[in-house]
C-alpha cells in the first residue's frame, strides 16, 4: 500500500516570493496535518484537516494556509517567504482523533 | 504549558549495548504519546503508541514505557541499522485536534 507521498521532494525560492507543497494520504485516511521541522529540532505543528475542515492550528503567522479537497489530499501554502521558513515541511496522516499519524518524507524547503 | 523533553541529545553506543532514552512530558491530559524513528532525509516512521501509564510495547529490540511523567525506549542489544534520530510526541487530551507536540529527539548511534 501506498503511504503518504509529498511533492515535489525539494524547493528553492527566494524570499517574498509563494510556495504550495502537496500532500495525499494514505488511502482511506481522512485527516491530514502540516509539521514544520527545522534542522536539529523535533516537528512543529502547522495546521489539521479532517473531512475538509480546518481542526487545528499551530503559532504560525497568518502567512501560512492550508486546504483539503474532496479526496482528502491538501495543499500548504505559503507567502511573503522569509529566510526563516527554510526547513522540512512534513505531511502526516491519520484514520481519525487519537490514531498515530502516518508521515511522508516531505519538501525539503530553502530560501535564498 | 505542554511540553516534550527528550534525553539524552545524542548517545553512540557500541554494537550489543543496550540503552534506554527517556522523555519527560507535561501536558494538560494525555491522549497519546509516540514514538517515531527518523532517519536522514526521511520522515519520521512510526513504532509505538502508548495511551495509559503503566502501558508497555514491543517491537524486535525496542521497548516503550510509560509512566503518569515519562517514557522510556529501551533498546536491547543494539545493531548498527538501528542508528537514527529517535522522536517522541505527545498528543494533548485538551485539545480537539490531532496536534502533536514534538521533543526535540535522541540522535542514536551504534557502533559495530
Known amino acids: 500500500d501506498a503511504g503518504v507521498t509529498q511533492s515535489p521532494t525539494h524547493l528553492i525560492k527566494t524570499r517574498g516570493q509563494q510556495v504550495t507543497l502537496r500532500c495525499s494520504p494514505i488511502?482511506?485516511?481522512?485527516?491530514v496535518s502540516w509539521y514544520q521541522q527545522v534542522l536539529g529540532q523535533g516537528p512543529q505543528f502547522i495546521f489539521q484537516?479532517?473531512?475538509?475542515?480546518?481542526?487545528g492550528r499551530g503559532n504560525f503567522p497568518d502567512r501560512f494556509s492550508a486546504r483539503q479537497f474532496p479526496n482528502y489530499s491538501s495543499e500548504l501554502n505559503v507567502n511573503a517567504l522569509l529566510l526563516g521558513d527554510s526547513a522540512l515541511y512534513l505531511c502526516?496522516?491519520?484514520?481519525?482523533?487519537?490514531?498515530?499519524?502516518?508521515f511522508g518524507d516531505g519538501t525539503r524547503l530553502s530560501i535564498l | 504549558e505542554d511540553q516534550v523533553t527528550q534525553s539524552p541529545e545524542a548517545l553512540r553506543l557500541q554494537e550489543g549495548e543496550s540503552s534506554s532514552l527517556n522523555c519527560s512530558y507535561t501536558?494538560?491530559?494525555?491522549?497519546?504519546l509516540f514514538w517515531y524513528r527518523q532517519d536522514p532525509g526521511k520522515g519520521p516512521e512510526f513504532l509505538f503508541t502508548?495511551?495509559?501509564a503503566g502501558e508497555e510495547k514491543e517491537k524486535e529490540r525496542l521497548k516503550a514505557t510509560l509512566t503518569k511523567k515519562e517514557s522510556f525506549l529501551h533498546i536491547t542489544a543494539p545493531k548498527p541499522e538501528d542508528s537514527a534520530t529517535y522522536l517522541c510526541?505527545?498528543?494533548?487530551?485538551?485539545?480537539?485536534?490531532?496536534?502533536?507536540?514534538f521533543g526535540q529527539g535522541t540522535t542514536l548511534q551504534v557502533k559495530p
Open positions: 488511502s482511506g485516511h481522512k485527516s
Open positions: 502526516a496522516s491519520s484514520d481519525r482523533g487519537n490514531q498515530p499519524q502516518h
Open positions: 510526541a505527545v498528543q494533548p487530551g485538551s485539545s480537539n485536534t490531532g496536534k502533536l507536540i
Open positions: 501536558v494538560s491530559g494525555l491522549r497519546g
Open positions: 502508548l495511551y495509559s
Open positions: 484537516y479532517y473531512e475538509k475542515e480546518e481542526r
